[in-house]
Structures are given as structure tokens and as C-alpha cells.
């Protein structure tokens, strides 16, 4: 028996507007079983959601580039080899494919910023780059640090900003998101990175290794919790046209 519904939305698999329609009736553009939106705000729209995905996605291979480069600098660090030239290049491709990668999911995520309301997100980055450009002049100026310190230490506090955007997104779209935790791992140990690159000279030292370490676990984390956020935005759209969606 259909449950009437006032605002159903969307249908959660086409984005076709149910209007008119009750819960457990089916989607005339695409045939799914119509049901109550489980998102909240900008994230009802289909659109939104699809925009979404595709910048998350690109952000989970860039974090994915970036830490693979990071490893590769970490076995330099720990087992000098005779194919250190070899070991470089390659890592730094992949640093530079990362950096690429993120810019297209920068561009992809800014025309969903403004629907989901994720300006705190957007002003906490932006704050982040400024003061990683403005503060490494200073900073020497105040004693604080080092300029490449400072920036190095600007620039964890910014990747611990991304790391822990998933938790305010799960949060605004109203969808449960599964390993909580590794939002706030990663970004913690970043935060960590920080504080060391602060403290101490020569980045860390003589905790370069281990400094290296957290922020090569900090990237493969923050890949993962795009991941899983992708899973409960993707509702309906993972579901085949013809089927019923939760």
C-alpha cells in the first residue's frame, strides 16, 4: 500500500521530480520504486549528488597519488638504495599527478559548495592558502619558524581541513557515515605535522621519518573516508533502473 508523502523530491535514481507521486509508486522515467528523500538541503537535488561524486572520486585519487609519492619518499628515507634517482622520478610524477588530480576535483566540488552549503569548508581552505603564502615571510620575522617550516606546517593544517571535511559533509546531507573515526585520524595526524614542523628545525627533526609516516597514513585515510562518504551519497544511484532503492 503507498504511504503518502508531502515532499518526496526527486527520484533518488534519475532525479526525475516525484511530485504527485506516493511512496511505493514507480518512477515514470525510470521505473525505481518512488520513496521519501533521505537527504536534507542542497543534497536532494540528483544533481548535487552526481556533482558530488565525481569530484569526491577525483579526490580519492589524488589523495591515493599523493600518499603513494609520499612513500616512495619514505623508502628513500629508510633504505638508501642505488635506485634512489629511479625512486625519485617516479615519486615525483606521482606527486605532481595528485596535485593535478585534486585541482580537477577542486573545480568539480566548487560548483557544489554553494548548493550544500559547504561555505565554512570553503573559507577554512581559502584562509589556509592565504596564510601559508603570507605567513611564511612573517613568521621568520617573529622567530616562530623557519619559512619552510611555517609553510610546511600551514599546508598540514590545510590537508588536515580536507581530511576532516567528510564528517561536516556526511553531516549536511543528513546521511550516516560508516568509519567515523577516519576523518578525525587523518586530519589529527596532520595536525600533529604541524605542531612538529613548528616546534622543531630542519622539519621535524629528528623525527623527520616518523613526521613522513603520519602524513603518508594521513593521505591513504583521507582517501578512504571520501570513499566511504561516497557510499552514502550514492544511494540510488548504485541501484539498477528497474529495481527498488533504499
Known sequence: MSVEHEH???????????AGRSV??????C???????????????AKVRRRFLRGSRCMVAAAALIGASIGGVLLIMLTPL?????TMTISTAMAFSGIAVLAASAVLLAFVWRAIVAGRVLVITIALLL??????SIAPLLGIAPTMEF??????????AIAAAPIYLARSSGRPMRFRSLPFASSGALIAVAIMALTFSSWGRPYEEFA????LASQFGTA??????????????????????A
Do not use: M
Not at 521505473?31 to 537535488?45: D, E, I, K, L, T
Not at 609553510?151 to 588536515?160: N, Q, V
Not at 578512504?224 to 532503492?245: E, M, Y
Open 212 to 215: 613522513t609516516a603520519l602524513v
Open 24 to 29: 511505493g509508486d514507480s518512477c515514470p522515467e
Open 131 to 136: 596564510a601559508s603564502f603570507v605567513g611564511s
Open 82 to 86: 642505488d635506485q634512489y634517482p629511479v
Open 8 to 18: 518526496l523530491g526527486e527520484c533518488l535514481a534519475c532525479g526525475y521530480d516525484t
Open 31 to 45: 521505473g525505481a520504486v518512488v520513496v521519501a528523500n533521505p537527504f536534507r538541503g542542497g543534497w536532494r537535488s
Open 151 to 160: 609553510a610546511g606546517a600551514i599546508w598540514s593544517l590545510l590537508g588536515a
Open 224 to 245: 578512504a573516508s571520501f570513499s566511504s562518504l561516497q557510499r552514502s551519497i550514492a544511494v540510488g544511484f548504485r541501484q539498477p533502473k528497474d529495481a527498488a532503492h
